[in-house]
């Protein structure tokens, strides 16, 4: 983790100078020399009266595994909640008074399956803005290296 400056806020009040042990901050550019800024140091962050000092993170965690279990478990609850909203919707259909409520009990159902689903570790969104940025992005086919190949597979699940 190191300082960075906001040029914007940087009043020059100079205070960073004073505090920073390894003179990392230089106001004369607005940067901060990140090989010599100390660790999670934040002296200069503290000391700055215009808050235009602070931290970046340089390493972030590694997001762990799913473990079998829990993603079974997922998959086992995700399965009851697309049943669930299939029997929503069959009741929604019907001539019956309840149809409000059962469909309301369908989405609820769809929302909670896509929940399970993300967590599980997939999951394709269904949206109609997600078909209409892979329909844009079919446009940029002249771009090399761009992926039309996989756009195109997306789209044809989201049909």
């Known amino acids: 983790m190191h300082a960075a400056r906001n040029i914007a806020l940087c009043t020059k009040d100079c205070l960073c100078l004073f505090v920073c042990p390894t003179g990392a901050t230089d106001t004369e550019n607005g940067q901060i ?90 999951i394709l969104p269904q949206g109609s803005e997600t078909r209409k940025l892979l329909t844009e992005l079919l446009g940029r086919r002249g771009d090399p290296g761009f992926p039309v190949d996989a756009v195109e597979q997306l789209l044809e699940l989201l049909q």
């Open 33 to 122: 020399d990140f090989s010599r800024c100390l660790d999670g140091c934040r002296l200069c962050v503290d000391a700055c009266p215009s808050h235009a000092l602070y931290l970046v993170f340089d390493r972030y965690p590694v997001k762990p595994q799913k473990d079998a279990v829990v993603a079974s478990a997922l998959d086992n609850l995700l399965e009851s909640k697309v049943k669930q909203e299939l029997i929503g919707t069959a009741l929604a259909q019907g001539e019956n008074g309840g149809a409000k409520l059962a469909k309301a009990i369908a989405h609820s159902n769809r929302v909670l399956a896509e929940d399970c689903a993300r967590e599980a570790r997939y």
